[in-house]
């Protein structure tokens, strides 16, 4: 064969007393401090706020397939939408690309052990369930309904006290995401194998670098502002209560402070994912990595001046609304850079139809439309007319479903032999690809008609001209809660009775594939020497079309 | 069949993409009508958009499926694709075109944005004294009581308050405005769930605004609970009404016709509920119009026309929409009384 690939390993070394049992089942419910397991528990916790976030947007859809309210009172619909929108961000997106794939990936791609804050990692993940027990029992209190954004006056008069459990859980997750930040930054810093260079780091832990710099420096913003706010509900300040000298609009500017790079926090790992899916099932090298590396910290740096858009609308002086245009349309460059590397990194490849790459090209393809329109959006006189429609809400659903949705898919296919020892069924997989993909076009694409005609966001009832493309909505949006399916019934099933997985099945040339599937505790027996990069592929062809005995230096025993 | 030549079929299929971008950015269909000075100046910036944004997708989009399909992997094939790493004339290129055409939108919208009015909100050159900004008094309701969580002095805006309001953020004179007072002003407060336009000069109150075609308008825009955002889909205007802050918006409708007033931002239950109309008269019919309300409600006390206004569906401040949640919402004759300027004021004001 003339496929890169890094040779199996077979049981060379004894086994070293230390080494840990593998973890039992009930392991995963514990405390435990190993990355991996953390990194489980997250993903899983994630996946089932997804299904509840889902469930939300279902009820959601039925209630907007007819003009009038009539499945569901126009105030649990509000609390749905608030609830489902903090859900798939706080509790699903960012925690499951993040949480997930960062800690059960990060170490294992820089060769560490661990995370260089184990027990801090631990706790961080702990916050979270408690977090999400908040935001659900706040049902019992009707809800929060002043949308994922809270604008005050509105969320300091609405439904007090779900508002204020809503409140705490964010600064739950908030305060999660700051610890897990610091512990990856350290960790890519100073844990990784001495003889990786820094142009040999995988392209996720550089994304991962850009989301953990921009979750520090923005999260602490967002607590500030929700703390003002619950002092604000709760505690009779005045921040934002504008018959007592507060005002409204700094509160707009603190949430989306952060509320912007959050965007960010939600994108950069999945291009991290993309980064890693795209040259394996290619089997190509990643074209222009320095490019890839350096757009994820321009996105980084250019993502903290742009919250303004957020609020052209609001009241925002003129010369605000010009500089966030002007910043706003800069950053299609690096994003533009990405995509770009992406689509050469296919051409001239042996590209593999795996259910990874299906969904890492679906998010090119819905990416390229999401991003053409946040171009749009960013240009504020077009802006003004269609901020808060349905032409937002098409948009970000292309970003955020077509976007992160679909990457967290990818890297769930294509991790899912690493983290579980376990095949996944491609048949199904494509099965699923093919449904989630009809389904979001039809669910979002009309969407921008919608908003572009007159349809505001956030609404329980609305003009009746709108009902017909409603209806293919609502229709669009069965189809995606029925794609959900095969996906959970490929994971459950791959997941007791699929077939074992080797330690590489992709012939991946990251450090991850270079340890057992699942990975022993604590990784590797022996820490493994990198001497190439990690998208060599192809690169090892020497003049009689062989590939050269390079990988094996790769290899945990070499050194 | 003979082979075309790689450039030949490089330029074909330049300039079939180019036209197919151009057809869809003019004939997307995608925006309403247009009702407004500023409509066309939105929409020219939109379709320049959608030209770019067309010929950008069938480029990547194409270029996707053309590699997932001609580099697909052969049965039997195992292995690597063409080792190419990068290519820096290449990757300075699409560096660089983005770089440009977003510059180029970005100058392009600066300069619509200028022609819009939106560098100069709030500015009402025919006012020769200063005010302190965005604190003014607040006007008490007939009782004595003031409304709960109001800031703004209400519906009874007389002339000499109108005067003193100025907005902060929105959109003010545009290109063709400068230098002119407005022809017709008219204050506009969001509460939930509805619009209430009041007329200083004639002092009338309504839940639809009515304005002459072709006509300088100035909006004062305020917010008594919540925010509220002003949109008409057919203006392409939008302008959030914030508690505690003065905003407004300044136009000239350009089509006789009734449009939608829609509220856009969150502003509890029946936010989408809050919708009311814009109607755009003849000066004519305007003026009829003008005179007909203004002495119904200077002869109506204000208990009879909030009374009318809960009854009568055109001059519901809630609009159509929103009557049969009318009961459930709490909105009661008594509250809307509230809303209402004693007939004293409205006299001194006409």
């Given at each position: 064969?003339?496929?890169?690939?890094?040779?199996?390993?077979?049981?060379?070394?004894?086994?070293?007393?230390?080494?840990?049992?593998?973890?039992?089942?009930?392991?995963?419910?514990?405390?435990?401090?190993?990355?991996?397991?953390?990194?489980?528990?997250?993903?899983?916790?994630?996946?089932?706020f997804y299904l509840i976030g889902g469930l939300m947007a279902v009820a959601m859809r039925t209630e907007l397939a007819t003009a009038d309210p009539d499945f569901i009172s126009p105030a649990l619909y509000n609390a749905f939408l608030t609830n489902h929108g903090t859900i798939m961000i706080f509790f699903w997106v960012v925690p499951a690309a993040i949480g997930g794939f960062g800690n059960f990936l990060v170490p294992l791609m820089v060769g560490a052990r661990d995370m260089a804050f184990p027990k801090l990692?631990?706790?961080?993940?702990?916050?979270?369930?408690?977090?999400?027990?908040?935001?659900?029992?706040?049902?019992?209190?009707?809800?929060?309904?002043?949308?994922?954004?809270?604008?005050?006056?509105?969320?300091?008069?609405?439904?007090?006290?779900?508002?204020?459990?809503?409140?705490?859980?964010?600064?739950?997750?908030?305060?999660?995401?700051?610890?897990?930040?610091?512990?990856?930054?350290?960790?890519?810093?100073?844990?990784?194998?001495?003889?990786?260079?820094?142009?040999?780091?995988?392209?996720?832990?550089?994304?991962?670098?850009?989301?953990?710099?921009?979750?520090?420096?923005?999260?602490?913003?967002?607590?500030?502002?929700?703390?003002?706010?619950?002092?604000?509900?709760?505690?009779?300040?005045?921040?934002?209560?504008?018959?007592?000298?507060?005002?409204?609009?700094?509160?707009?500017?603190?949430?989306?402070?952060?509320?912007?790079?959050?965007?960010?926090?939600?994108?950069?790992?999945?291009?991290?994912?993309?980064?890693?899916?795209?040259?394996?099932?290619?089997?190509?090298?990643?074209?222009?990595?320095?490019?890839?590396?350096?757009?994820?910290?321009?996105?980084?740096?250019?993502?903290?001046?742009?919250?303004?858009?957020?609020?052209?609308?609001?009241?925002?002086?003129?010369?605000?609304?010009?500089?966030?245009?002007?910043?706003?349309?800069?950053?299609?460059?690096?994003?533009?850079?990405?995509?770009?590397?992406?689509?050469?990194?296919?051409?001239?490849?042996?590209?593999?139809?795996?259910?990874?790459?299906?969904?890492?090209?679906?998010?090119?393809?819905?990416?390229?439309?999401?991003?053409?329109?946040?171009?749009?959006?960013?240009?504020?006189?077009?802006?003004?007319?269609?901020?808060?429609?349905?032409?937002?809400?098409?948009?970000?659903?292309?970003?955020?479903?077509?976007?992160?949705?679909?990457?967290?898919?990818?890297?769930?296919?294509?991790?899912?032999?690493?983290?579980?020892?376990?095949?996944?069924?491609?048949?199904?997989?494509?099965?699923?690809?093919?449904?989630?993909?009809?389904?979001?076009?039809?669910?979002?694409?009309?969407?921008?008609?919608?908003?572009?005609?007159?349809?505001?966001?956030?609404?329980?009832?609305?003009?009746?001209?709108?009902?017909?493309?409603?209806?293919?909505?609502?229709?669009?949006?069965?189809?995606?809660?029925?794609?959900?399916?095969?996906?959970?019934?490929?994971?459950?099933?791959?997941?007791?009775?699929?077939?074992?997985?080797?330690?590489?099945?992709?012939?991946?040339?990251?450090?991850?594939?270079?340890?057992?599937?699942?990975?022993?505790?604590?990784?590797?027996?022996?820490?493994?020497?990198?001497?190439?990069?990690?998208?060599?592929?192809?690169?090892?062809?020497?003049?009689?079309?062989?590939?050269?005995?390079?990988?094996?230096?790769?290899?945990?025993?070499?050194? | 069949?003979?082979?075309?030549?790689?450039?030949?079929?490089?330029?074909?299929?330049?300039?079939?993409?180019?036209?197919?971008?151009?057809?869809?950015?003019?004939?997307?269909?995608?925006?309403?009508?247009?009702?407004?000075?500023?409509?066309?100046?939105?929409?020219?910036?939109?379709?320049?958009?959608?030209?770019?944004?067309?010929?950008?997708?069938?480029?990547?989009?194409?270029?996707?499926?053309?590699?997932?399909?001609?580099?697909?992997?052969?049965?039997?094939?195992?292995?690597?694709?063409?080792?190419?790493?990068?290519?820096?004339?290449?990757?300075?290129?699409?560096?660089?075109?983005?770089?440009?055409?977003?510059?180029?939108?970005?100058?392009?919208?600066?300069?619509?944005?200028?022609?819009?009015?939106?560098?100069?909100?709030?500015?009402?050159?025919?006012?020769?004294?200063?005010?302190?900004?965005?604190?003014?008094?607040?006007?008490?309701?007939?009782?004595?009581?003031?409304?709960?969580?109001?800031?703004?002095?209400?519906?009874?805006?007389?002339?000499?308050?109108?005067?003193?309001?100025?907005?902060?953020?929105?959109?003010?004179?545009?290109?063709?405005?400068?230098?002119?007072?407005?022809?017709?002003?008219?204050?506009?407060?969001?509460?939930?769930?509805?619009?209430?336009?009041?007329?200083?000069?004639?002092?009338?109150?309504?839940?639809?605004?009515?304005?002459?075609?072709?006509?300088?308008?100035?909006?004062?825009?305020?917010?008594?609970?919540?925010?509220?955002?002003?949109?008409?889909?057919?203006?392409?205007?939008?302008?959030?009404?914030?508690?505690?802050?003065?905003?407004?918006?300044?136009?000239?409708?350009?089509?006789?016709?009734?449009?939608?007033?829609?509220?856009?931002?969150?502003?509890?239950?029946?936010?989408?509920?809050?919708?009311?109309?814009?109607?755009?008269?003849?000066?004519?019919?305007?003026?009829?119009?003008?005179?007909?309300?203004?002495?119904?409600?200077?002869?109506?006390?204000?208990?009879?026309?909030?009374?009318?206004?809960?009854?009568?569906?055109?001059?519901?401040?809630?609009?159509?929409?929103?009557?049969?949640?009318?009961?459930?919402?709490?909105?009661?004759?008594?509250?809307?009384?509230?809303?209402?300027?004693?007939?004293?004021?409205?006299?001194?004001?006409?």
């Open positions: 064969m003339a496929q890169a690939q890094v040779p199996v390993e077979t049981g060379v070394i004894a086994t070293p007393a230390h080494v840990h049992e593998p973890w039992k089942w009930y392991d995963y419910f514990t405390f435990n401090i190993d990355h991996k397991v953390i990194g489980i528990q997250y993903l899983v916790l994630a996946f089932v990692n631990a706790i961080a993940f702990w916050l979270n369930p408690p977090a999400g027990a908040l935001l659900l029992g706040s049902f019992f209190f009707g809800g929060a309904q002043s949308g994922w954004t809270s604008y005050p006056p509105l969320s300091a008069i609405t439904a007090n006290t779900a508002q204020s459990m809503w409140i705490l859980a964010l600064v739950l997750v908030g305060s999660s995401s700051i610890l897990g930040s610091v512990n990856f930054l350290i960790t890519i810093f100073f844990m990784k194998v001495p003889s990786m260079r820094w142009d040999q780091l995988p392209l996720y832990c550089w994304s991962m670098v850009a989301t953990s710099v921009l979750a520090l420096v923005s999260t602490p913003v967002l607590a500030a502002g929700l703390t003002l706010l619950l002092f604000d509900i709760n505690f009779g300040t005045s921040f934002f209560k504008p018959e007592e000298g507060g005002n409204v609009v700094i509160y707009q500017h603190l949430f989306w402070f952060y509320s912007h790079p959050a965007v960010y926090l939600m994108i950069l790992p999945i291009f991290g994912v993309m980064s890693e899916v795209i040259p394996v099932h290619a089997r190509k090298p990643i074209f222009g990595y320095k490019a890839i590396a350096y757009s994820s910290l321009a996105i980084c740096l250019l993502g903290l001046f742009v919250w303004v858009h957020h609020m052209f609308t609001s009241g925002t002086p003129p010369w605000m609304r010009l500089f966030f245009t002007i910043s706003t349309l800069i950053v299609a460059v690096p994003t533009g850079v990405k995509i770009f590397s992406w689509v050469a990194t296919l051409w001239g490849g042996k590209i593999r139809y795996t259910g990874a790459m299906l969904f890492a090209v679906g998010l090119l393809s819905m990416f390229v439309l999401g991003g053409l329109s946040g171009v749009t959006l960013g240009a504020a006189p077009f802006d003004v007319h269609v901020h808060d429609t349905y032409y937002v809400v098409a948009h970000f659903h292309y970003v955020l479903f077509g976007g992160s949705v679909f990457g967290l898919y990818a890297g769930i296919y294509h991790w899912f032999p690493k983290i579980t020892g376990r095949m996944m069924n491609e048949t199904w997989a494509r099965v699923h690809f093919v449904l989630t993909f009809i389904g979001t076009n039809i669910t979002f694409l009309p969407m921008h008609q919608l908003g572009m005609h007159g349809m505001p966001r956030r609404v329980a009832m609305y003009d009746p001209q709108f009902e017909a493309l409603n209806k293919l909505c609502t229709f669009g949006a069965f189809v995606l809660a029925f794609s959900i399916l095969p996906f959970l019934f490929n994971v459950i099933w791959s997941w007791s009775k699929g077939p074992k997985a080797s330690g590489n099945p992709w012939n991946a040339l990251t450090l991850e594939w270079t340890t057992d599937s699942p990975p022993i505790v604590e990784n590797w027996e022996v820490l493994p020497v990198v001497t190439h990069g990690p998208y060599d592929y192809g690169m090892n062809v020497g003049l009689n079309g062989q590939v050269e005995p390079v990988e094996e230096a790769i290899a945990p025993h070499s050194s | 069949m003979k082979q075309i030549p790689a450039p030949l079929l490089t330029l074909i299929a330049g300039v079939v993409i180019t036209l197919a971008s151009l057809w869809l950015g003019y004939n997307h269909g995608l925006l309403p009508e247009q009702a407004s000075e500023q409509a066309p100046l939105v929409d020219e910036l939109f379709n320049v958009m959608m030209v770019i944004s067309t010929a950008l997708f069938i480029v990547v989009q194409g270029m996707i499926i053309w590699f997932m399909i001609r580099y697909r992997q052969r049965a039997g094939d195992d292995t690597d694709g063409i080792p190419v790493d990068g290519n820096l004339p290449l990757e300075a290129l699409w560096t660089a075109i983005p770089a440009v055409l977003v510059i180029g939108i970005g100058v392009y919208s600066v300069e619509v944005f200028q022609e819009m009015g939106g560098l100069s909100p709030g500015s009402h050159p025919m006012m020769g004294h200063q005010h302190a900004a965005a604190v003014v008094a607040q006007a008490p309701s007939p009782d004595g009581q003031s409304i709960g969580g109001d800031t703004m002095p209400l519906m009874a805006m007389t002339e000499a308050e109108a005067a003193d309001f100025d907005p902060q953020y929105g959109f003010g004179a545009g290109t063709s405005m400068m230098g002119n007072a407005p022809d017709v002003t008219v204050a506009v407060t969001g509460m939930q769930y509805a619009w209430l336009f009041n007329y200083p000069n004639s002092g009338i109150m309504t839940g639809e605004l009515h304005i002459p075609v072709g006509k300088d308008v100035q909006l004062d825009l305020t917010a008594q609970d919540v925010i509220h955002s002003f949109w008409v889909p057919q203006f392409r205007l939008k302008q959030d009404a914030l508690p505690g802050q003065q905003t407004g918006l300044r136009f000239r409708a350009t089509k006789v016709g009734t449009y939608p007033v829609v509220c856009a931002e969150l502003c509890g239950s029946y936010h989408g509920g809050m919708r009311s109309q814009v109607i755009v008269h003849t000066q004519d019919e305007y003026d009829a119009w003008l005179e007909e309300n203004q002495v119904a409600q200077a002869e109506t006390s204000p208990d009879v026309v909030a009374a009318n206004l809960s009854k009568n569906s055109s001059m519901l401040p809630t609009g159509d929409f929103l009557q049969p949640y009318v009961a459930e919402m709490g909105i009661t004759p008594e509250a809307i009384a509230h809303l209402h300027p004693p007939a004293s004021e409205v006299d001194s004001a006409s």
